[in-house]
């Protein structure tokens, strides 16, 4: 059975379809196939031990990052503190979970009171920040990206989250320069 999901038409590829829609669950609006292929997996592998940073740009002011500098986000259709994610099949591909194999730890300016983990249907523990379970965003390839920022997709709105807890619920979009090797 083929699962399809919508894309916010902001991230449309010019000549989508009217309705969004995608029959390939693989596939994500706005990446060729090349990309999705390259940048997409539905069960990321857990990092031994995850660890949540913190980036400041503007017009985000201060938000939560991976170890590797992605921007992290949460769902709006998340319970905050419930003990699962609602991101799940072709939602994780689009928004893979970050997960970890112990418990997370804490960068420069992060509370480590706040982080915490729940374990998703597969058994793979994902990064909570108070309470909220952290994802990326597929098409955000360079630390800093933030392309996923106040997008509507699955349902519901996609934040970055403040060192403090709180979306960020800016409705600005912001690419990354890529960094130097």
Not at 55 to 64: I, Q, S, V
Not at 142 to 148: K, R, S, T
Request: include cysteine; aromatic fraction near 8%; charge should be negative.
């Amino acid at each position: 059975m083929a699962a399809a999901f919508v894309i916010a038409p902001a991230l449309a590829e010019p000549g989508a379809s009217e309705s969004g829609e995608n029959d390939d669950p693989m596939q994500v609006e706005g990446m060729t196939p090349e990309e999705n292929e390259d940048q997409l997996d539905a069960a990321p592998e857990p990092l031994d031990q995850a660890k949540v940073g913190i980036r400041e740009k503007e017009p985000y002011g201060r938000y939560l990052v991976s170890q590797d500098g992605k921007s992290l986000y949460l769902f709006e259709r998340d319970e905050q503190g419930g003990d699962y994610s609602t991101c799940e099949e072709s939602c994780a591909i689009a928004w893979p979970p970050y997960t970890t194999e112990e418990p997370p730890s804490a960068g420069d300016g992060v509370d480590d009171d706040r982080l915490d983990t729940i374990e998703r249907d597969d058994g793979v523990l994902q990064v909570t920040y108070d309470g909220w379970p952290l994802y990326y965003f597929a098409r955000d390839v360079h630390p800093g990206d933030a392309l996923g920022q106040s997008v509507e997709h699955l349902g519901g709105h996609w934040y970055l989250l403040s060192p403090d807890g709180k979306p960020i619920e800016t409705e600005a979009r912001e690419p990354a320069e890529p960094e130097e090797p």
